[in-house]
């Protein structure tokens, strides 16, 4: 299947700073791209939906300016977490889909946020 | 709306014992149904999906999942059991619009020696 890499897999930072996570298709183009949370024993919630040249479409409850999605090519798209605070601590996780047959989504390894 | 319910938190099974993880579905349409799995810290391993065709799917590692549409069921099923089988596994749905998955709470499978 396609490949879809985040980096950093691990991040600590302190309160009030700000952190970019990056979520790429290695070996497709994707025209959609989603980033999920997922806190301790819990499943993933959906936090956005963004496609390539667009304004991210924001879940109901999270807040678009504290979590900036931009998708600025087929094959890149970013998370940034804007004065992070405790509670922000999670992990996060990309998705990709290209516009193929059935439009599977490839999940990107994670990135283990850590706020101090 | 699309759900998925996973109505067990935790399954305990012996190794070489045969496994189910049950997964019920909603959607509008015609589903399209994932199970993927998840070690700790890690991120979402792809099993297998049904999409269209025969009912019985089988995936990556032994495992093997059950499409029900008069149930609107997704069990994932393994004839045997393994120690390296134990981790979180998640089953997941969508609809055949442009729309992301939505995944169920996860299932948390041990498998005892």
């Known amino acids: 299947g396609a490949v879809v890499s985040q980096h950093p897999s691990r991040v600590i930072c302190k309160s009030g700073t700000s952190v970019k996570i990056e979520c790429r298709s290695l070996?497709?183009?994707?025209?959609?791209m989603f980033w999920y949370r997922q806190f301790p024993k819990q499943s993933l919630m959906l936090m956005a939906t963004?496609?390539?040249?667009?304004?991210?479409?924001?879940e109901q409850g999270v807040e678009k300016d504290k979590f900036l999605i931009n998708h600025a090519s087929l094959t890149l798209s970013t998370l940034t977490v804007t004065s992070a605070h405790p509670e922000d601590s999670s992990f996060y996780i990309c998705?990709?889909?290209?516009?193929?047959?059935?439009?599977?989504?490839?999940f990107g390894p994670g990135t283990r946020l850590t706020v101090l | 709306a699309q759900s998925v319910a996973q109505p067990e938190d935790q399954v305990n099974v012996a190794e070489g014992n045969p496994l189910t993880v049950k997964c019920t579905y909603s959607?509008?349409?015609?589903?399209?149904l994932f199970w993927y799995v998840q070690y700790p810290n890690r991120g979402l391993q792809f099993l297998l999906k049904?999409?269209?065709?025969?009912?019985l799917v089988k995936g990556s590692y032994g495992f093997e999942a059950e499409f029900n549409k008069s149930q609107t069921s997704f069990h994932l099923k393994k004839p045997s059991a393994l120690v390296s089988d134990s981790a979180l596994y998640f089953c997941?749905?969508?609809?055949?619009?442009?729309?992301?998955?939505?995944f169920g709470k996860g299932t948390r499978l041990s498998v005892i020696a």
């Open positions: 998705s990709a889909r290209s516009g193929g047959l059935y439009n599977e989504q490839f």
């Open positions: 070996d497709f183009q994707a025209t959609t």
């Open positions: 963004s496609n390539e040249g667009s304004k991210a479409t924001y």
């Open positions: 959607v509008s349409g015609n589903p399209y």
């Open positions: 049904y999409i269209t065709g025969d009912n």
């Open positions: 997941a749905v969508r609809d055949t619009g442009n729309t992301p998955l939505v």
